[in-house]
């Protein structure tokens, strides 16, 4: 399987039209985009596999932290660094987002805050690059907010 390294990439392996994509989304909400893109790339690096339902079989999902603005304000450069960015509410500055580990947990207990069979992984391999790769996406995913470059 050749590697996934963008949003683009992982529609092309699937055969979708990137450009159908943002049409048919067009004017939804950041999140629902971002949650949308997700399962493409899921699928694009699951192959084949797919999240066994009714069995007890591990599934994987990235895990992130969530910083407030203060918390960012005090961190060092060097985890500002693994951080992306995007904006507080109520003007109360801006908060960031950090890949921390990938989490496994069963189908039948498949609950975790992306809890979603159809952003699970089928390895703590795959959920970890998904979590550093397409940070933005799933920060998109998780806040409802643009990234900030």
Request: proline share 3%.
């Amino acid at each position: 399987m050749k590697k996934i390294k963008t949003f683009e990439d992982a529609c092309e392996s699937l055969s979708i039209d990137i450009d159908k994509f943002n049409l048919d989304n067009d004017g939804r909400d950041i999140d629902s985009i971002a949650y949308e893109k997700l399962k493409i790339i899921s699928k694009s690096l699951n192959g084949e596999w797919e999240p066994p339902l009714g069995e007890p079989e591990y599934v994987y999902t990235p895990v992130f932290i969530i910083y407030t603005t203060d918390e960012v304000e005090n961190m060092s450069d060097e985890t500002k660094k693994d951080c992306v960015f995007f904006g507080g509410l109520a003007n109360a500055g801006y908060c960031a987002l950090r890949f921390c580990t990938a989490y496994g947990s069963p189908t039948l207990a498949y609950t975790t805050l992306a809890g979603s069979f159809h952003v699970a992984l089928r390895n703590r391999e795959l959920a970890t690059y998904s979590g550093e790769k397409f940070i933005d996406i799933w920060c998109e995913f998780l806040t409802g907010k643009k990234v900030i470059k």
